[in-house]
């Protein structure tokens, strides 16, 4: 039988569904606020079973918090994800029939680019060939805003990245739909898009820039892990763990 949900796994829930998203020290310090506003028990290593509570009370109503990692910081993050539908239909409540459309050129360009990212200037061009009512160009970068905002986008300089709400809310969509455009990242086996590459014609696995940075820590000479050549990627610094709480 399911363990029932007390008030301090009520306050977390209400907290998950204002945001959306939240990494997990933001997770961590919240489930502590909870706990200690509702006189509930705080095991500060037991977050994932607190999470685990939550989950069972809302399987009939198909959500859940799913935990994933953002490609940008390598930090893992608690996203709460409906679950009745496997693709972009889920967003229909909150966006139009041709803002949707848009979006999902928008993936497609983000998806089949080399890497990950789409730039606002192809996004817009996207926007002349929508099949569904057009869009003018004022409205395709209000939507743009509005994607970035509602998190299912990042921007960085003009160019558009699929967040880590949208990653971790669309992984069934992404695996059925981009089939043969997408891989996953050889160590964490997650999708990769922010990723570096094997330069082996025969090998060519990704490892997310952060899986990098951790994986190659203290090593002499960097190997690809699949093939062992030479690794000539830059390899990045890992970063120390900062709560965002929004990605």
């Not at 928008?106 to 200037?121: K, Q, R, Y």
């Not at 990242?185 to 940075?213: R, Y």
Request: include cysteine; hydrophobic fraction near 30%; charge should be negative.
């Amino acid at each position: 039988m399911a363990r029932p949900m007390g008030d301090s796994h009520r306050s977390f829930l209400q907290t998950m569904m204002a945001n959306g998203i939240i990494d997990e020290p933001g997770a961590r310090t919240l489930q502590r606020h909870c706990c200690e506003t509702h006189n509930a028990h705080y095991a500060h290593d037991r977050l994932d079973e607190f999470i685990d509570v939550i989950n069972s009370q809302l399987q009939p109503m198909f959500m859940q918090i799913r935990k994933g990692m953002s490609e940008e910081d390598g930090l893992q993050y608690y996203a709460l994800v409906n679950m009745t539908e496997t693709d972009i239909t889920r967003m229909s409540s909150d966006y139009a029939d041709n803002e949707l459309e848009l979006f999902r050129k928008t993936m497609d360009l983000i998806v089949g680019s080399e890497n990950g990212m789409a730039s606002s200037t192809d996004i817009l061009n996207s926007a002349d060939s929508l099949q569904s009512k057009k869009l003018k160009k004022s409205e395709s970068e209000h939507l743009l805003s509005r994607l970035v905002l509602d998190k299912w986008l990042n921007e960085k300089r003009g160019d558009y990245t699929l967040s880590t709400r949208c990653i971790i809310e669309m992984d069934p969509y992404i695996r059925a739909m981009y089939q043969d455009q997408f891989k996953v990242c050889h160590i964490c086996h997650n999708i990769a898009f922010q990723c570096q590459m094997c330069e082996n014609p025969t090998c060519g696995i990704k490892i997310h820039n952060p899986c990098v940075a951790r994986y190659f820590k203290g090593r002499a000479e960097p190997r690809c892990p699949a093939c062992d050549d030479f690794w000539p990627h830059e390899i990045p610094e890992v970063r120390r763990p900062q709560s965002h709480h929004r990605r």
